[in-house]
């Protein structure tokens, strides 16, 4: 059965602190693997990554794919208390380009304490 | 450019009641999700859609059906709600092909309880 799991399940950090969040899947026929970021509504992309050893950065958060070892981290530098929210990771599989159905993982709840 | 709504942000049903849900986006996507999000289960998908007049089931299907009648719009329907269905909804849409890359653009959710 596919499967994504996400640790920790929850974290509380102080603003400054960099913390890292991890990501873990067994999925056939994978083809890409998104991040995203929850805060009480709806959830906002951050990162798609398709590719081994190929970081993508945006700001403070970066984030890299393992497909060998089949994981990936989520990593967020000198956090703010917006980043406060439930960081989401999801991996998307491929049946030939015809679907592109996510399977998520339960979610890290970071919170970040000024 | 309204991205992905939803309609009702929230409702209350009383078991054995029936309503629909309806997710409209405006970015000419192919493909409409729609989820259901529980405390300690993450998004699971209920159903999908790859194209106007089809539709296809998800992880858990039950107890809900969809209609994808025109392309923007994705209904969710729901027969004879039970409170196992408590629960808050997301529809997604996402471009179709291997460049869209399956990013999914998500609508504001829709908070149903039912007693």
Redesign the interface.
Known sequence: EDKVVQSPLSLVVHEGDTVTLNCSYEVTNFRSLLWYKQEKKAPTFLFMLTSSGIEKKSGRLSSILDKKELFSILNITATQTGDSAVYLCAVARDYGGSQGNLIFGKGTKLSVKP | NAG?TQTPKFRVLKTGQSMTLLCAQDMNHE?M?WYRQDP??????IH?S?GEGTTAK?EVPDGYNVSRLKKQNFLLGLESAAPSQTSVY?CAS?SR??A??????????TRLTVT
């Open positions: 992905v493909y999700y300690g289960m993450g998004l699971r998908l999908y790859v998800g997301f996402s092909g291997l869209g890359g399956y990013e999914q653009y998500f609508g504001p959710g």
